[in-house]
């Protein structure tokens, strides 16, 4: 089945809340600058009880944590936001926002802090030295330090004492065709409000809906670029 | 003179046996074959994922050859009750050799030493 055809059923059964990602890239293929992986994130969806995406991150990367919520590694985190004027009150899941122009990337001395050809940020724990410059420069709060020697670590993601760490975007099931564990489960068990997708393609339905409707980055204002935008705040 | 030299060869003759009876004695693999040559294997599989983790972790490349995580699974061994043996515990693949050639690999600092196992969701 080629690409068009497959688009053409998927188009055809209609019932498709969530576009899934183009096919995976044919083995030994690098990643290329023609795609742009992005969130789109809808907060009038995201109730301020609900961690189903947490959950399923810690789950997918194998995060076990020690009870010590301000250093356990944390990809991805609720947080509770409120106008003091109107009383307005958002639940906004924040996770590392793979900006174009990464903070992190800036700053790190040896070059673990890196950005993929297509958008995802990462880091390189092969030559991350534990500096924590990137933490200090992300302005998402983004990244955690891995205090303790670990263990029960999932095939897909090595993590080890020393090292910071952040959300991949789930890069090994990006590079399988796979959406992000967070954007499935949230599809499946919650309300659909993560969309995942490619920001370059046109025909995505991430790149309609960000050309249609008003969205917004956190901390525009900084012009770093985020992959991750939301709605509803 | 040949006296000596006969009691030389027999202590590197013992030395020699000494040696061969402390070799590592390694669980077999799961899979059929492995990549390559097992002379091969020896000597370059340092090299082999050190290419290898760059072009995956950098690029993005996937499905190389070369990947630890089908060392641990075809080397990796199962205990009597069925859950996976680390690979790095004493005696399994990895560790006897290393243990033997005095070289400690980093690589399990990071990566997991098992197959993938379904892990439980925290707080569900």
């Known amino acids: 089945m080629t690409d068009l055809s497959r688009r053409q059923v998927i188009l055809a059964s209609g019932a498709i809340l969530i576009a899934t990602p183009a096919a995976a890239r044919q083995?030994?293929?690098?990643?290329?600058?023609?795609?742009?992986?992005?969130?789109?994130?809808?907060?009038?969806?995201?109730?301020?009880?609900?961690?189903?995406?947490?959950?399923?991150?810690?789950?997918?990367m194998g995060l076990g944590g020690h009870d010590r919520p301000r250093t356990d590694a944390q990809y991805i985190r609720k947080v509770n936001v409120r106008d003091p004027a109107s009383?307005?009150?958002?639940?906004?899941?924040?996770?590392?926002?793979?900006?174009?122009?990464?903070?992190?990337?800036?700053?790190?001395?040896?070059?673990?802090?890196?950005?993929?050809?297509?958008?995802?940020?990462?880091?390189?724990?092969?030559?991350?030295?534990?500096?924590?410059?990137c933490m200090m420069a992300c302005p998402y709060k983004a990244r955690s330090f891995a205090h303790e020697?670990?263990?029960?670590?999932?095939?897909?993601?090595?993590?080890?004492?020393?090292?910071?760490?952040g959300c991949t975007l789930c890069?090994?099931?990006?590079?399988?065709?796979?959406?992000?564990?967070?954007?499935?489960?949230?599809?499946?068990?919650?309300?659909?409000?993560?969309?995942?997708?490619?920001?370059?393609?046109?025909?995505?339905?991430?790149?309609?809906?960000v050309a249609r409707e008003a969205t917004t980055r956190?901390?525009?204002?900084?012009?770093?670029?985020?992959?991750?935008?939301?709605?509803?705040? | 003179m040949l006296a000596r030299l006969l009691l030389g060869l027999l202590l590197m003759v013992s030395a020699a046996a000494a040696i061969a009876a402390e070799l590592p004695q390694l669980p077999k693999a799961r899979g059929e074959a492995c990549i390559d040559s097992p002379a091969t294997m020896r000597r370059d599989h340092p090299d082999m994922l050190k290419h290898q983790r760059d072009d995956t972790l950098r690029l993005g490349i996937r499905g190389a050859k070369a990947s630890l995580?089908?060392?641990?699974?075809?080397?990796?061994?199962?205990?009597?009750?069925?859950?996976?043996?680390?690979?790095?515990?004493?005696?399994?693949?990895?560790?006897?050799?290393?243990?033997?050639?005095?070289?400690?690999?980093?690589?399990?600092?990071?990566?997991?030493?098992?197959?993938?196992?379904?892990?439980?969701?925290?707080?569900?």
Request: aromatic content about 4%; hydrophobic content about 35%.
């Open chain 1, 27 to 60: 083995a030994g293929q690098p990643a290329t600058s023609s795609q742009r992986w992005g969130l789109l994130i809808d907060t009038a969806k995201c109730g301020a009880e609900c961690t189903i995406c947490v959950d399923a991150c810690k789950a997918e």
């Open chain 1, 87 to 133: 009383g307005a009150a958002h639940s906004v899941p924040v996770m590392c926002q793979h900006c174009a122009k990464p903070a992190c990337v800036d700053v790190c001395p040896t070059g673990a802090s890196m950005k993929r050809a297509d958008g995802i940020v990462l880091v390189d724990r092969h030559i991350c030295i534990g500096c924590r410059y």
């Open chain 1, 149 to 165: 020697e670990q263990t029960g670590q999932q095939p897909h993601l090595p993590r080890g004492k020393g090292t910071v760490e």
């Open chain 1, 171 to 209: 890069v090994h099931r990006i590079d399988e065709g796979k959406m992000p564990a967070c954007v499935e489960a949230c599809a499946s068990r919650a309300k659909g409000a993560m969309l995942f997708g490619d920001l370059n393609d046109q025909s995505s339905e991430i790149a309609q809906r």
């Open chain 1, 218 to 233: 956190i901390r525009a204002d900084l012009g770093l670029e985020p992959a991750v935008r939301y709605q509803g705040i």
């Open chain 2, 69 to 124: 995580k089908e060392c641990v699974s075809c080397h990796s061994t199962q205990a009597a009750d069925g859950h996976a043996v680390p690979v790095n515990d004493p005696g399994q693949f990895c560790q006897s050799c290393h243990a033997y050639a005095a070289v400690k690999p980093d690589c399990f600092e990071c990566h997991a030493t098992t197959p993938k196992a379904p892990m439980k969701e925290a707080a569900r």
